[in-house]
């Protein structure tokens, strides 16, 4: 009696064993699916890029034509009212919150504001600033247009297949800097043969 118990304990264990690993391999088959068709996922489209139109004065994007940036505050140095106090920003960086205007001329406080983290809104150093025409992902059109592969088009859901017509100097948060630019060699020269091309 006690030898049959032990083994119809040994059975139940033995099928619950199998059960739970079932259970985890079924779980980890579900997440591989849930990744592969994320692959196969749709572009975003512009909205969901947050593309922006030129600026008005057919410059790049960079914080020195941002109305967040505070060129010299306090200390000196170069700040952003949405970034914390304490992170330097200077007039070549920028970030994918930019929004076109006249900078701040002194540092305002913003009671209860959580300050952007750097390492999640983009920023960095982009000597000449960022617009589609200096992103990996444009082909020129000529007149000021271009062809974007990295953005679905149309403007609601459904999404369409890329590429879509995007201005030469509006951008995007999936802008990427063709090497040469992040590089910094003879900067000007190779930006102004990138729009041309
Ligand atoms: S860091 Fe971003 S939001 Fe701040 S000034 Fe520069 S571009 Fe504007
Ligand atoms: S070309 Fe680059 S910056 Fe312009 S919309 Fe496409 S991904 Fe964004």
């Known amino acids: 009696m006690t030898r049959l118990s032990g083994g119809l304990l040994a059975v139940v264990w033995l099928c619950c064993c199998v059960g ?29 890029v947050v593309y922006a139109r030129p600026n008005p004065d057919g410059s790049r994007k960079s914080c020195q034509n941002c109305m967040m940036f505070i060129p010299r505050d306090e200390d000196g140095r170069g700040k952003c009212s949405i970034h914390a106090r304490t992170q330097e920003i200077k007039p070549d960086d920028t970030c994918g919150y930019h929004v076109f205007g006249t900078p701040m001329d002194k540092w305002m406080d913003h009671p209860g504001m959580d300050p952007v983290d750097p390492k999640y809104s983009g920023l960095g150093n982009v000597p000449g600033g960022t617009s589609c025409d200096v992103c990996v992902y444009y082909e020129g059109q000529g007149e000021g247009k271009g062809l974007c592969h990295a953005v679905a088009s149309g403007d609601e859901p459904p999404a369409g297949p890329p590429p879509v017509t995007v201005e030469a100097k509006g951008c995007c948060s999936r802008w990427e800097g063709r090497p040469a630019q992040t590089e910094g060699v003879a900067l000007n020269a190779l930006l102004k043969k990138i729009s041309e091309a």
């Open 20 to 48: 739970i690993v079932g259970v985890v391999s079924l779980e980890r088959e579900a997440r591989v699916a849930e990744q592969e068709a994320k692959k196969d996922a749709p572009l975003p489209q512009a909205w969901g």
